[in-house]
């Protein structure tokens, strides 16, 4: 049994002062109670913390995009760049990646995302052959290094393996960089197979998803095999992140792509569709209407300067989001939820876009990630209940911007004054990962990580 109180906590029946909450041996709640005192005998051998959330999960990741972090902000010959110049620069990157970097590059990233707050991550993983396309001898060789990464971080994980076919809409070959991709739906079903082969080394937090790519890498077809394979596994994709993407899509299937997804596919709570960018209103609100997830990555699509997402309309026809870090650029909970929030009121002019009556705009977002999150995962998670898994996170209230600060106040000073730097302690599952700020391997992970980027830098 772990035991946590907290001055303040955010339970699923809302804020409560003076919080005990016991853990599992089994990585679950047990109970909840307030009003206890501080120096209880029966909390006086646990953590002692500020304010106690419920942690959300990181519901979009491509790992070893972190390494390119910093690398893609200048001008390359194209004189307007875009996302389309980024991916031939993250194309060219990758065929440098080895098993053993891409290893490291994942359990740092990891670690940076417990720090920030997050106690799971959706690994969007489509990274499986070797340079040039060529199998390795064991054909989940790059899923098992993500596995590694998570025994040694210990992030809840839900592992999604990419089905990538082609280059196109006109099932044009697979370019440079994308050869590492690619896979049939038959040699897709054996790479499935290993992995959960391989998955069952994992705590049992640990789920298996399926994610094709985009309706610009898959066939038709190959929806049907992807939809298929696992029926009620977790179902993430790309969708609608670039006008052209759109214009490829519209032209070879007669629909944009979020009409055509509705009209040919059963949508539900299962699904994970990322960036939901460029919609009509009827596709917003047609896809609030199915309770799937809108996975939203604001950091990552501001930096490759996709668009704004209709979150307004969204949220008000009845969607559902969560956040991912994406590209990794820069990974912090607190700045993507920002992001979101901003980028609503420049495109408004206006101010509280997503606060209610009842709840602040910090309290809206947290609520709605971490509820989203865990959806999105099969994580369950997501509240600080009885029998949730304790994905917990804990806010230092010595910090200048929470002194004095109660209920929905602390989110929104959180948000939108403060940074990660808040956080005290992370639990992915009842796991204590982060005591005092820093992930409890970290001088390992960052040694091995800073070797794997000195070498890079030798080879790129």
């Not at 209709?310 to 820069?330: E, K, P, T």
């Amino acid at each position: 049994m772990k035991h946590l109180w907290a001055e303040q906590a955010l339970t699923q029946s809302g804020w409560q002062w003076d919080v005990h909450v016991i853990i599992g041996d089994d990585g679950r709640i047990v109970s909840v109670e307030s009003g206890i005192a501080a120096d209880a005998p029966v909390v006086k051998q646990g953590n002692k913390l500020g304010v106690l959330l419920p942690s959300p999960t990181n519901l979009h990741s491509h790992a070893f995009q972190r390494a390119m972090a910093g690398m893609t902000e200048t001008r390359g010959p194209d004189p307007k760049d875009s996302f389309w110049t980024w991916r031939k620069l993250m194309y060219r990157f990758l065929d440098h990646l080895s098993p053993d970097d891409i290893e490291a590059i994942t359990a740092y990233m990891q670690m940076e995302m417990l720090e920030a707050g997050y106690a799971a991550v959706c690994e969007f993983h489509y990274l499986h052959h070797q340079p040039g396309g060529v199998a390795y001898d064991d054909i989940g060789e790059l899923s098992n290094r993500v596995v590694a990464a998570s025994k040694e971080t210990g992030i809840g994980l839900t592992l999604l393996p990419v089905l990538y076919e082609h280059g196109g809409c006109d099932g044009r070959s697979l370019g440079p960089g994308q050869i590492r991709f690619g896979n049939t739906p038959d040699r897709f079903q054996k790479l499935f197979e290993a992995i959960a082969k391989e998955l069952k080394t994992l705590p049992d937090d640990t789920k298996l998803g399926v994610a094709p790519h985009s309706l610009r890498a898959v066939s038709q077809d190959g929806m049907r095999f992807a939809t298929g394979l696992a029926p009620t596994a977790p179902l993430h994709m790309h969708i609608a992140e670039q006008t052209a993407e759109i214009e490829e899509i519209q032209s070879a299937w007669g629909k944009r792509p979020v009409e055509w997804l509705l009209e040919n596919h059963s949508v539900d709570e299962r699904w994970c569709l990322i960036h939901c960018t460029h919609m009509e209103p009827h596709e917003t609100e047609g896809l609030a209407r199915t309770n799937a997830v809108a996975g939203l990555c604001p950091i990552t699509e501001s930096s490759l300067g996709d668009g704004i997402f209709d979150g307004v309309r969204y949220v008000n026809s009845g969607g559902r989001f969560g956040v991912g870090s994406d590209s990794n650029i820069r990974i912090s909970l607190s700045e993507e939820l920002r992001t979101l929030e901003y980028s609503q009121r420049l495109r408004d002019r206006g101010r509280a876009v997503f606060a209610t009556k009842e709840k602040s705009t910090g309290r809206v977002l947290m609520d709605a990630v971490v509820a989203g999150g865990a959806q999105a995962g099969q994580r369950e998670s997501g509240a600080i209940a009885v029998g949730q898994r304790a994905d917990l996170f804990a806010l230092d209230m010595e910090s200048v911007d929470l002194l004095g600060k109660e209920g929905d106040a602390i989110l929104d000073s959180y948000i939108f004054a403060g940074d990660d730097k808040m956080i005290t302690d992370v639990w992915s599952a009842g796991r204590h990962l982060v005591k005092e700020g820093h992930h409890t391997k970290r001088d390992r992970i960052v040694t091995r990580y800073k070797k794997t980027m000195m070498s890079l830098k030798d080879r790129i």
